[in-house]
């Protein structure tokens, strides 16, 4: 069975914690491809701080040289506010019931999960795939008890992804990077260098806009 790897977020901007979970994912997960599916207005979470537009420029500029990297901007058609749950029925209704469709996040992204839109019903559409996240550790007996409870019923190893076309929680090795979006706008903000953080062609597009001064 097919794998495609979906790998959502305001990406604002996108950075190089992002690119690494990516390319971690199509190796660790055997996936095909990743659909990078920047949202709207976030239903769950403050607005992002650059345009539409521009979000979506600095991706398709960051993932360029990636030919298994795809851009999905239809979230940010969207006038309505972005839930995951809206965007996998989407997908589905897209691609079909029969491939693997295998949500990437980090660990930051799995201790919330609980607080998205139905998020026990995600399981019925896709996969999830948790990647460390410096800052975040997992402590089953911290989580909320619904989401340790299907977390322990639904975490398997990898290799179930390419079996299955969802319903399964895995979680696989990513370069660990102390990077977040939060943290570069401040950078910016306070005319600090972002070099080194964010691939330098979304830097110089940052700068040739003035984003996040
Ligand atoms: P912000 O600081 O604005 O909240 P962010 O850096 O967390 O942004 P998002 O666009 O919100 O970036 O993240 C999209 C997805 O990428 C989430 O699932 C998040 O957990 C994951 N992610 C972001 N940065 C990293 C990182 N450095 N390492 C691992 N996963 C990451």
């Not at 901007?73 to 897209?94: D, H, Q, V, W």
């Not at 660990?107 to 019903?121: A, F, G, I, Y």
């Not at 990077?179 to 062609?201: E, G, H, M």
């Amino acid at each position: 069975m097919k794998a495609l790897g979906l790998l959502g977020g305001t990406f604002d901007p996108v950075h190089f914690g992002h690119l690494r979970l990516g390319i971690d994912a199509l190796e660790e997960l055997s996936l095909e491809s990743i659909r990078w599916i920047p949202s709207g207005a976030p239903g769950h979470r403050h607005s992002p701080v650059a345009s539409a537009a521009h979000r979506l420029e600095m991706l398709r500029l960051a993932i360029a040289d990636e030919p298994r990297f795809h851009v999905d901007a239809a979230e940010l058609e969207s006038s309505e506010p972005t839930y995951t749950i809206n965007t996998f029925k989407r997908l589905r209704g897209e691609l079909g019931k029969e491939i693997s469709l295998v949500m990437l996040i980090g660990m930051d992204s799995l201790l919330t999960l609980h607080t998205w839109r139905e998020w026990q019903k995600l399981f019925d559409f896709a996969h999830f795939a948790v990647a460390e996240r410096p800052g975040c550790t997992l402590n089953e007996a911290e989580l909320d008890p619904n989401l340790k409870a299907l977390y322990q019923e639904r975490h398997t190893d990898s290799t179930t992804l390419c079996k299955t076309p969802h319903g399964h929680v895995v979680r696989f090795n990513s370069v660990p990077v102390a990077v977040a979006a939060t943290d570069i706008r401040s950078r910016l903000a306070k005319n600090q260098s972002a070099r080194y953080l964010i691939p330098a062609t979304v830097l110089r597009y940052i700068e040739s806009h003035a984003l996040y001064r």
